[in-house]
């Protein structure tokens, strides 16, 4: 039973691949004669190398050539590369143009209807297409577009073997008669931005740039000086010439007018485009004008098959490209004078000049996983590990103002001997050595005030660029050359976590020793007024808002005048020594009036320092010594 189920299923498909191969191929291969054979071309239209386009229906004859890597090139009415879209429609329409009906156009048959080519308009053809799949022309075959059918929806082509009228859409004269303009390319370079690789400017009356892109992507200036360009201004260059196109293709203008004052070359992989731009063409300011110019141009290029020297015309400038391209050799040029520095790669900063002691600040590295620290050394031989500490905020704004230290102005590239004398560079105000580690060579900018003392210029002492910059006066004043300028600000932190507390607070008054606070802190239960509990924070992580003198002394100069201390501070320490003992310290600070509202110094032996407070201790500080005499609000009860 089950063998004759199994021959059944076979003869059913032996019987279904018959009818599929037989009927179905069959009906498949009769469409695909049908389609084929609607088409008017077919396959003489595919891998077209030349399309000409002629005839009394379009302005001026047309001729466009497929070039080998450079796409197609529009040949007639002017040289230039063929705008890719229009030719791919024009290719699509030859390849896929289908008749709705086609008769024969041997003479014979068209007598038998009294009839001619005449009568189609194909005697004297408005159109003719000539195309080829060889560049040279050999080969080449030609389709002639005559008048329209009646209703004006259709025309009457004739066949490229002359054997066939066929009836075709209308479409195809949309396609054909188009204006040179549409079909060459508005793009101006065809090497793209990411591919620039090198720029050259050239503007009238001055030294030409060149600069180029290094290993590392960044633009360099390699004339008329060997400098940094900024990345971010040169690639605005680039993509603003990338992006420009032609405006038009006019009567050939005044010889004088291609006259080149810009000359911009763009290299890129193994091919060079030149623009140059003329004189201004002549045209009636706008209302509204935004400060673009339109110039008569030429182009250079080496890409195959084309002139070395385009046809005149006409482009559009951005007034923001002009003034980059105009003023290339300030527009371009790195500013910042570290922008390649890395800051932390500084090891160590020197500071000299102005007739004061050189200082170093210098970072000693920490064991693993812990930050490194800063020192401020002065004075040769002192090691750096028994110096006071530098305030690590002060070393990263320091080093932050250098990152930002930009360059006002170029002054000169080739300074002389009398330049540097009358810039201040034999005496430097300010020579700020960075020390960058093991083989890297330091980094020397020398600062000097010129005659009138009111513009800072600046040069590096190494290296191998000459150029003089004019800076901010700011940086003078940033790398100070006064070490308590950079001592750290954390004068004193006790231990958290209950191993240290302050136990007792005291003021007094030194004129007349009244007590101005005792405020007993060991009791947790006792009262504490306000102001004591805004200043324990402070105490406990003392810091100074900027330091006076590393050196304590039984006056304090306030406005301009020596003067004895006015309080003193006394702070009760409890400090855990072992399981269940204590061991107590008193820390004196001594303080001065206060002025101004914002002004009162601190100074202890304990700490061999004066200092500057913080608002956020001098403000608790005067509740505390201005309460005993404060009257209070008006309308307070006596």
Same mark, same amino acid.
């Given at each position: 039973?089950?063998t ?20 179905e191929?069959?009906w ?10 609607s088409?008017?071309?077919? =396959? ?7 399309i ?24 007639? %009415? ?27 156009a041997e ?19 408005r159109?003719?297409?000539?195309f080829? =799949?060889?560049e @040279?022309g050999?080969?080449?075959?030609s ?11 259709r ?5 490229? !073997? ?14 054909l ?6 079909? +060459?390319?508005?793009?101006?370079f065809s090497i793209g ?6 720029l ?9 740039n ?8 960044r633009?360099?200036?390699?004339s ?6 900024? #990345?971010q201004?040169t $690639? ?8 420009l196109?032609?405006?038009?293709f006019p009567?050939?203008? %005044? ?27 002549a ?5 509204e004008?935004?400060? !673009?110019?339109?110039?008569? &141009? ?12 385009s ?9 923001t ?6 003023? @290339?050799?300030q527009?371009?040029?790195? +500013?910042?004078?570290?922008?390649d520095?890395?800051?932390r790669?500084?090891t160590?900063?020197?500071?000299s ?5 050189a ?6 590295e =920490?064991?693993?996983?812990a ?18 500490s530098?305030?690590?905020?002060v070393? #990263?704004?320091l ?15 080739a300074?002389?001997?009398?330049d540097l004398?009358?810039w201040?560079f ?11 580690g ?11 005030? &010129?005659?009138?003392?009111q513009?800072? +210029? ?14 901010r006066?700011e940086?003078? !004043?940033?790398?100070s ?9 954390l ?9 240290a507390? $302050? ?29 004591v ?8 992580s003392?810091?100074a ?14 406005d ?11 702070? !009760? ?17 001594? $303080?001065s ?7 009162q110094?601190?100074?202890?032996e ?5 200092? +500057?407070l913080?608002?956020?201790?001098? #403000?608790p500080?005067?509740r505390?010594?201005s309460?005993p005499? #404060? ?8």
């Amino acid at each position: 039973m089950r063998t004759k189920v199994t021959l059944f299923l076979v003869f059913l498909n032996v019987a279904l691949f018959f009818y599929i191969f037989k009927f179905e191929r069959h009906w498949q291969t009769e469409r695909e004669l049908v389609e084929k054979g609607s088409l008017v071309l077919g =396959a003489t239209a595919a891998n077209l190398q030349l399309i000409q386009i002629s005839g009394p229906a379009v302005p001026t004859p047309v001729d466009l050539r497929r070039q080998a890597a450079d796409g197609w090139l529009l040949t007639k %009415p002017i040289v230039w590369p063929a705008n890719p879209f229009a030719v791919n429609s024009l290719l699509t329409a030859l390849e896929r143009l289908e008749h709705e009906t086609s008769f024969s156009a041997e003479e014979s048959e068209l007598a038998k209807n009294r009839v001619t080519l005449a009568t189609y308009g194909l005697a004297e053809p408005r159109l003719t297409v000539t195309f080829s =799949a060889n560049e @040279s022309g050999a080969g080449a075959l030609s389709l002639q577009v005559g008048a329209a059918t009646p209703d004006g929806k259709r025309l009457y082509v004739l066949s490229p !073997d002359r054997k066939w009228i066929h009836v075709v859409s209308n479409r195809l004269a949309e396609v054909l008669i188009k204006p040179a303009d549409q079909l +060459r390319s508005d793009a101006l370079f065809s090497i793209g931005a990411t591919e620039v690789k090198g720029l050259n400017i050239r503007a009238a009356a001055t030294q030409p740039n060149r600069i180029e892109r290094d290993a590392a992507n960044r633009w360099q200036f390699l004339s008329p000086v060997r400098a940094r360009a900024n #990345d971010q201004a040169t $690639l605005r260059a680039v993509t603003g010439l990338a992006n420009l196109r032609v405006k038009s293709f006019p009567p050939p203008p %005044p010889a004088d007018a291609l006259t080149a004052n810009l000359r911009v070359t763009l290299q890129g992989n193994n091919r060079t485009e030149i623009l140059n731009v003329g004189a201004p063409v002549a045209r009636a300011a706008a209302p509204e004008s935004t400060g !673009d110019t339109e110039y008569y &141009a030429t182009l250079e290029t080496t890409r195959n098959n084309q002139p070395a020297t385009s046809a005149p015309f006409t482009v559009v400038l951005p007034a923001t490209l002009e003034n980059l391209l105009q003023k @290339s050799t300030q527009e371009l040029r790195e +500013r910042r004078l570290f922008a390649d520095l890395d800051a932390r790669a500084v090891t160590a900063i020197g500071l000299s000049g102005g007739g004061a002691e050189a200082l170093t600040l210098q970072r000693l590295e =920490a064991g693993p996983g812990a930050l490194p620290s800063w020192h401020v050394v002065q004075g040769a031989g002192a090691a750096a590990a028994n110096t006071p500490s530098a305030d690590p905020a002060v070393i #990263d704004r320091l080093l932050a103002r250098l990152l930002e230290l930009v360059a006002v102005d170029f002054v000169t590239e080739a300074p002389s001997g009398a330049d540097l004398e009358n810039w201040g560079f034999n005496r430097p105000e300010r020579v700020i050595t960075l020390n960058l580690g093991t083989g890297q060579p330091p980094r020397r900018l020398e600062l000097g005030y &010129a005659r009138d003392r009111q513009k800072v +210029r600046a040069h590096f002492a190494s290296g191998d660029s000459p150029t003089i910059f004019e800076v901010r006066p700011e940086i003078v !004043d940033d790398a100070s050359l006064r070490p308590l300028d950079y001592r750290n600000r954390l004068i004193r932190e006790l231990p958290s976590g209950g191993a240290a507390r $302050l136990t007792r607070l005291r003021l007094t008054q030194e004129s007349n020793q009244a007590v101005l606070l005792n405020q007993n802190l060991a009791d947790p239960a006792g009262p504490v007024p306000a102001a004591v509990t805004e200043l324990l924070p402070q105490l406990q992580s003392l810091r100074a808002e900027s330091f006076v003198a590393d050196a304590f002394g039984p006056t304090v100069r306030v406005d301009n005048a020596d003067r004895p201390w006015a309080y003193k501070l006394e702070m !009760d320490i409890a400090l855990v020594a072992g399981v269940g003992a204590t061991q107590t310290t008193t820390t004196t600070l001594m $303080l001065s009036e206060r002025t101004g509202g914002t002004v009162q110094f601190a100074g202890a032996e304990e700490f061999r320092a004066i200092w +500057r407070l913080p608002q956020a201790l001098i #403000d608790p500080l005067w509740r505390i010594i201005s309460a005993p005499t #404060d009257p209070g609000a008006p309308g307070r009860g006596r």
